[in-house]
């Protein structure tokens, strides 16, 4: 009988490969479709998800009720406000969440990540300026800050458009949200450089994941 039941369990494990990664192209063309231009202020990016729904920073949206979005395929979206987090303890929590008005069914988006945070991932985003959509990738170096554990943070040389924008995983799906310019330090051999990089909200710490499943 142990023979058989190691058998059986055998069959189900092949039956059951694990999910591939997509090609890297892909994921690409994937983030460039769901990632939106917002012109508030010096302006800024947004990510598309499923539900009509457009995840950015505060310091982007800057509490607006309201904005337009343009997209890759050069339309825009209306986006009307749905909540702002509310900070975990007396820290503020740099995201905010907004609705498409009338969602097309082809309006592209992107998933949230379930898979966890693993140092050393590659991660890719794009900034969606007014008419260039730039693809920047990198490593995730560190899985939390010191000052917001919340946040981790990645070699991925963004710049000020890419605020409020998504980091998309192997999977091309959402695991943060930029919010900050920095330096990281990486490892190349026996060697420890500082790069340019970014700081990303984790959308899959606790605070900030049971706020966006009230909505997402």
């Known amino acids: 009988m142990k023979k058989q039941a190691d058998k059986q369990e055998k069959l189900v494990i092949q039956s059951n490969p694990p999910v591939q990664p997509k090609p890297w192209s892909e994921i690409e063309k994937l983030a460039k479709a769901a990632s939106v231009h917002i012109d508030i202020g010096f302006g800024g990016t947004g990510v ?21 979005a343009k997209t890759y395929s ?42 966890p945070l693993v140092s050393g991932q590659k991660l890719l985003t794009v900034e969606a300026e007014y008419t260039d959509w730039i693809v920047r990738t990198g490593e995730l170096c560190q899985l939390s800050t010191k000052m917001q554990p919340w946040e981790f943070d990645c070699s991925v040389p963004v710049e000020n458009g890419n605020s ?38 984790n959308l899959q710490h606790l605070s900030v994941s049971e706020w966006l499943k009230k909505w997402v």
């Not at 598309?48 to 337009?68: D, E, I, M, N």
């Not at 409020?164 to 026996?190: K, P």
Request: hydrophobic share 40%.
């Open 48 to 68: 598309l998800l499923k539900g009509g729904l457009l995840l950015t920073a505060k310091h982007v949206s800057k509490g607006r009720v309201s904005f337009r």
């Open 164 to 201: 409020g924008g998504a980091a998309v995983n192997e999977h091309g799906e959402v695991v943060g949200i930029f919010v900050n310019i920095t330096s990281v330090g990486i490892q190349r051999g026996s060697v420890r450089e500082s790069v340019p990089g970014g700081e990303a909200i």
């Open 74 to 115: 050069r339309d825009w979206l209306d986006a009307t406000l749905v909540a702002e987090h509310p900070g975990i303890g007396k820290d503020a929590v740099d995201l905010s969440l907004y609705k498409i008005q009338r969602p097309s069914a082809k309006l592209p988006f992107l998933s949230l990540s379930a898979e």
